[in-house]
């Protein structure tokens, strides 16, 4: 299942919490949780040009959702393990001409392009509510996809397909802080071998234990 890339936060998040506990008071272990919104980099993605009549493709804008957790030094530099997940979703209605012959009738079909990331994160805490974040990560795909073939067409999602990897940096504003929560927006751009895979914008809610 997809969702089973965020096994290893799971077993991270458990392991930071013993050393954490391990430590003197000023080192943290930090569970961070975000939902925002993703533009992608991809800009000629899911073209479908056999299909006429209906916009068989997946929206530039579509929401990223981000959880990790860190661990916070002293000196306020963190090191930390991340999941992203952008999902960009079309709801197709109509008719969509393949030839002369076949057609296809969409009745709210969702279309759906998901991009998961699996980040390990260096950065650090600044006085003046800055912090700045730096990543290299290994990028999953799952794209829609609409293949003439000899005796009809295949249209689906094949599921997760040419993996890679990039680097991203991010830089975010703290809005609130105290000693167990804060809020910040960040922004973030994501670049893979592919070339610019996403720029997001996204609130976050940091727990400190």
Do not use: W
């Amino acid at each position: 299942m997809k969702f089973l890339n965020i096994i290893p936060i799971a077993i991270f998040s458990l392991i930071l919490t013993g050393v954490s506990n391990a430590q003197d008071q000023y080192k943290r272990f930090q569970f961070e949780f975000g939902y925002g919104i993703a533009l992608t980099g991809d800009t000629e993605k899911n073209d479908f040009q056999l299909l006429r009549g209906v916009e068989f493709s997946t929206p530039l804008i579509g929401k990223n959702i981000e959880i990790a957790t860190k661990y916070v030094f002293k000196n306020r530099r963190f090191i930390g393990l991340g999941f992203t997940m952008q999902s960009y979703t079309n709801i197709l209605n109509g008719t969509g001409v393949l030839d002369e012959d076949r057609v296809l009738v969409f009745d709210d079909y969702r279309l759906e392009d998901e991009i998961q990331y699996i980040e390990l994160q260096y950065g650090k805490f600044f006085d003046n509510g800055l912090d700045l974040t730096m990543s290299a990560f290994t990028i999953f795909y799952f794209n829609p996809i609409l293949d003439q073939e000899p005796n009809g067409f295949e249209l689906g999602n094949p599921g997760r397909s040419s993996d890679d990897l990039g680097l991203a940096i991010a830089l975010g504003y703290r809005l609130f802080e105290n000693n167990s929560i804060n809020v910040s927006l960040r922004a973030k751009l994501s670049y893979s071998l592919n070339g610019v895979e996403a720029i997001t914008l996204t609130p976050l809610v940091r727990f400190n234990f």
